[in-house]
Each structure stands twice: as structure tokens, then as C-alpha cells.
């Protein structure tokens, strides 16, 4: 594929009060070996630098409230690439990763990209957090794509905005059922993990445990599925890869096992 003709990618960032990591995420898109591309920052009014910051790499900045769903849609509507790249203001993509998504969708005619995750952090907690995410690179109940045609994403009706959590599982699971077509990447997704710690985490936990129902509402079958801690992380394929690591294993556990209950709180109160 020639690169100088290839298609426009928008990528999309909702920020709010991300001064901390939002530089090393617009740098990772500047740093792109594919340059036909426009970076779009929707921010939800924040009161730290921000904008300051987004400002030395693009002129699309646009406030939007009041949650995620909300923001990526309005960048949507901005966007005029031909692709749409959601990336979130705490995350770090590789260099490689929108040349690779614009390949393998005009390869095999695709109008979606799974993009694999992973953390970088030096916390004990973060290093728990990427043997988790390695655990599940081949659990596609657990998939979410990032990468989408834009004219799919326009006739999905883009991200639902009643939801606040699983908004991008809900998206993923409309694309599946709608019949489009979706594939997957080996390019990974970083997300910044770098100071994390038990009490963050479980803090993000019982904000998303809160309204993760009206998810559950819509699809129940798919969300037990989800929830499943036993089969999320003692498969037999994820028992080899647990024993390599037998620390942060035995730290994933007793995290996961804290994050449920936990869960459980944010979905009673």
C-alpha cells in the first residue's frame, strides 16, 4: 500500500484533568510511521494543562461533557478521516499500530479492529495489571475494537451514551450482531499505568461496578460471561503462562478477588 494515498485515520482522545500522561499519548500518535492522519482531542472541560498540552500537537481540541461516550461521539462527528482511531488520553500506542490497522481493514475489507492491550507501569500493582491483561489477548468475549471504518461507526449509531461503563464492550457487541466485519491486530495498546497503586485501582473498580448494570441490562448473557473471574483467569492455557510468574499471579488474585467485592458494593449502593 502507498502510503502517500492512503486513507485519512481520525484519531479520537476524550480527555478531563490529563496532564500526566496526555503528552505521552499525543506524542505516540505524532510519532506514527503512518502520517495521514488528524489527532482530535475532546476535552471535558479540564482544569489542569490540559489543553496547554494538546495544544503543541493539534489545533482540533473541542470541550464536550459530560462522559466518554458522549466525547468520542462529538469527535466522530468532527472527524473527516476515512478510519476512526479511539484512543484513550492514559494510553500509549505503538508506532506501527495505525499503519497496521489500515493495512489488515483494506486487506481483507473489514470495518473493525480489535486492538490488544497491555500496561506499562514498574508498580507491583501495574505489573499485576499486565500479567492480567495478558491473560486474556485470546478471550474474544472480552474484546472491545477500537479501530473503525467511519461509515460503520456512523450506522452502529456510534457509542451509547446512556452508558458510563462497558460503553466500548456494548459498541463491540453491536458491530458482532449488526454483521460487520471485524478482525484483529498484533500492534498493542499501552495503558499508563506508571504510578498506579491497590487503592486507585479499586477506586476506578467501584466507580465503573456502579453503573455497569444498565450494561448487564442489555446484555445479560455476554456480561455473565464477562464477569466470570474463574474463567477469565484459570483456563488452562492461562495456568502455564500464571506459573512463569508466581508473585504477581499470586498478587492478580488476591486483587481480582478484592476488585469483586468490591464490585459487588457498586452495584448494590
Request: charged share 25%; with cysteine.
Amino acid at each position: 500500500m502507498n502510503l502517500k494515498h492512503a486513507d485519512l485515520v481520525s484519531v479520537i482522545i476524550p480527555t478531563l484533568n490529563e496532564e500526566a500522561n496526555l503528552e505521552i499519548c499525543l506524542r505516540s500518535i505524532k510519532n506514527q510511521i503512518y502520517k495521514n492522519l488528524e489527532i482530535i482531542v475532546i476535552d471535558n472541560f479540564s482544569k489542569d494543562k490540559t489543553i496547554e498540552i494538546a495544544t503543541k500537537y493539534t489545533e482540533l481540541i473541542f470541550q464536550k461533557g459530560n462522559e466518554r461516550s458522549a466525547q468520542r461521539n462529538f469527535g466522530a462527528q468532527k472527524a473527516t478521516g476515512y478510519w476512526l482511531l479511539f484512543v484513550d488520553s492514559d494510553q500509549e500506542i505503538s508506532k506501527n499500530l495505525v499503519k497496521d490497522a489500515v493495512r489488515t481493514t483494506n486487506k481483507h475489507k473489514l470495518d473493525a479492529i480489535v486492538i490488544p492491550e497491555t500496561v506499562k507501569g514498574e508498580t507491583f500493582w501495574a505489573k499485576c495489571l499486565a500479567l492480567e491483561k495478558s491473560l486474556y489477548q485470546d478471550q474474544s468475549h472480552l474484546w472491545a475494537a477500537r479501530f473503525f471504518k467511519k461509515s460503520s461507526f456512523l450506522k452502529l449509531g456510534g457509542f451509547d451514551e446512556n452508558l458510563i461503563a462497558g460503553e466500548d464492550w456494548d459498541l463491540h457487541q453491536r458491530t458482532i450482531k449488526t454483521g460487520f466485519k471485524v478482525g484483529k491486530i498484533n500492534s498493542k495498546i499501552y495503558n499508563l499505568e506508571g504510578d498506579t497503586s491497590l487503592a486507585k485501582i479499586l477506586k476506578k473498580k467501584f466507580y465503573y461496578a456502579k453503573h455497569i448494570k444498565k450494561y448487564a441490562q442489555k446484555h445479560p448473557q455476554v456480561f455473565i460471561n464477562q464477569a466470570n473471574l474463574i474463567g477469565r483467569l484459570f483456563s488452562f492455557s492461562n495456568f502455564s503462562t500464571m506459573i512463569k510468574d508466581p508473585i504477581h499471579a499470586a498478587g492478580l488474585i488476591f486483587l481480582k478477588t478484592t476488585q469483586a467485592a468490591v464490585g459487588i458494593i457498586g452495584l448494590i449502593f
